[in-house]
């Protein structure tokens, strides 16, 4: 609601432009009155509204004095003029000192229709920068003072996927999943869109919805949001935190979502968790699941690859039988491969596939994909030899050649998998050895590199640059270059005119 303040020392004309202000439209209420500019400062230096209709000519003090008054006092308000008098200087002084329209008396319907309308869409734009601003400034940890809202928010994180990825090598995997999720459309069918805002996470899987406190939809809504929604199988987590957080604490309550997203978030499902900033623990029921797994171990040892497998899918199966904690399952997964390499007779060293393990749950988010995967690494080094070294390193050549022709269009893990053959797990595990990085880091670091090329250049606009190295969105290649560079491409860019770089 748009709070306004009405000026004017005529009671008749006073009451008749409150009351067409808020028949007019309904998003602006008056929520106070004067006769006077000295009435109406000292109630604006205690007091919050949004716009001022102020008479010109009132005795004590008159409308364009008061308006002098707010500019001297860095009073935030949107002024209009209202007056009977056509001068020029009249108006040229209320003009330069701010003010929004200069309206003649009586009012005229339609133009004051026109004027609130602009006003609305003034105020929603100066809304919308000034909570962006401080959504970033909170979000960035940045200390308090620095923040100057003190209004109440709730807050929702959105994370998809199994696990917490800053501009990691799942950079490509990662980048258009929200695409294909319009929270803006989903919370608004819930909430007045004046009341949220949606902006991008630290992490690259994470969303944050800010709403305004007392506008906050129940629990049971916003589970029904997480049930609508599909994000290709993958799971999405929801933390809802209700509680009123000023906006001075939200970097602290982020930071704890985050943590709580991760240690509660399930195995292969889909969860939403109302988060409380008093009690961050979640009560769930314990399986002795250690006793389980060291079966599964005892069953496979002395055992072939197919045999390894088929413990590995009961296991998985048993974890989609009952919510399972993504932490708990990674734990298992890795104490089951860890004893078997211990207890095997091929000589497998855990140590060298646990990096493989730990991409393969954090890069797949069905059963199948993660079995598919597991069945060519238990296949390797519980069975026979895929590749020799020669071949693996030729496999990790033709990697790099390929990635060096296409980084500038979308590349996924499965397109290495279609094209070469092998599951993801094991093409980024032999790109590694031979280049120390996995082939989605290599991808960023060559579009990166071909971006500074082009920033250097300096005839191109950063949207086109964006468009070259194949990101849809030229806001996210600036948070993608930031991340890895540390500077803005606009402020590469700068440092290139001032021959910095």
Not at 298 to 324: D, Q, T
Not at 370 to 376: G, P
Request: aromatic share 12%; proline share 3%; glycine share 6%.
């Amino acid at each position: 609601m748009i709070r306004v303040m009405v000026i004017d020392d005529e009671p008749p004309i006073l009451r008749t432009v409150c009351d067409k202000i808020e028949a007019i439209n309904p998003h602006f209420s008056v929520e106070a009155t004067a006769n006077n500019g000295r009435e109406a400062l000292e109630y604006l230096e205690k007091r919050k509204v949004d716009v001022i209709f102020v008479d010109v000519s009132m005795p004590v003090m008159n409308g364009l004095e008061l308006l002098e008054k707010i500019n001297e006092r860095k009073i935030s308000v949107i002024p209009v003029i209202l007056s009977g008098y056509k001068e020029f200087e009249y108006v040229r002084r209320a003009y330069a000192s701010h003010a929004i329209d200069y309206l003649l008396k009586p009012l005229n319907e339609n133009e004051l229709k026109l004027l609130l309308n602009r006003i609305e869409s003034e105020f929603q734009k100066k809304q919308f920068e000034e909570n962006a601003q401080n959504f970033e400034l909170a979000l960035s940890g940045k200390r308090n003072a620095d923040i100057k809202s003190t209004e109440g928010w709730c807050l929702l994180l959105f994370t998809v996927g199994n696990s917490q990825i800053y501009f990691a090598g799942n950079e490509w995997n990662y980048a258009e999943m929200f695409h294909t999720i319009d929270l803006e459309k989903e919370i608004g069918q819930l909430v007045d869109p004046m009341s949220f805002w949606v902006v991008d996470g630290r992490s690259i899987n994470e969303k944050l919805v800010f709403i305004k406190k007392g506008r906050e939809p129940k629990f049971k809504d916003i589970n029904g949001i997480l049930e609508k929604i599909r994000v290709e199988g993958i799971p999405l987590t929801g933390v809802y935190c209700k509680t009123g957080i000023c906006m001075s604490d939200i970097y602290t309550v982020y930071c704890g979502m985050e943590k709580y997203t991760w240690d509660n978030m399930f195995f292969l499902r889909s969860a939403l968790f109302a988060f409380d900033i008093n009690h961050m623990k979640t009560e769930r029921l314990n399986y002795d699941m250690n006793s389980s797994t060291e079966s599964l171990v005892k069953e496979c040892v002395g055992a072939g690859p197919e045999k390894i497998f088929s413990a590995l899918a009961k296991m998985i199966e048993s974890f989609l039988s009952y919510p399972v904690s993504y932490k708990e399952a990674v734990k298992q997964i890795r104490y089951f491969f860890s004893r078997l390499c211990k207890e095997s007779s091929v000589n497998s060293d855990y140590i060298e596939i646990e990096e493989d393990i730990q991409y393969i749950l954090g890069n797949c988010y069905t059963a199948e994909a993660i079995l598919e995967e597991f069945h060519f690494l238990i296949d390797e080094n519980f069975g026979r030899d895929v590749r020799g070294e020669k071949d693996k390193e030729t496999l990790a050549r033709e990697v790099k050649h390929f990635l060096d022709e296409n980084y500038k269009r979308r590349i996924s893990n499965q397109d290495l998998t279609e094209v070469f053959g092998f599951v993801s797990s094991y093409i980024s595990s032999i790109f590694k050895i031979y280049y120390g990085k996995t082939p989605m880091d290599y991808v960023v670091e060559c579009r990166m590199e071909e971006g500074k090329r082009l920033l250097r250049r300096g005839d191109m606009k950063i949207k086109e640059i964006a468009d070259r190295l194949g990101y849809e969105d030229s806001l996210y290649f600036s948070k993608v270059f930031k991340k890895i560079e540390g500077i803005s491409p606009k402020e590469y860019m700068n440092r290139r005119g001032n021959n910095i770089i």
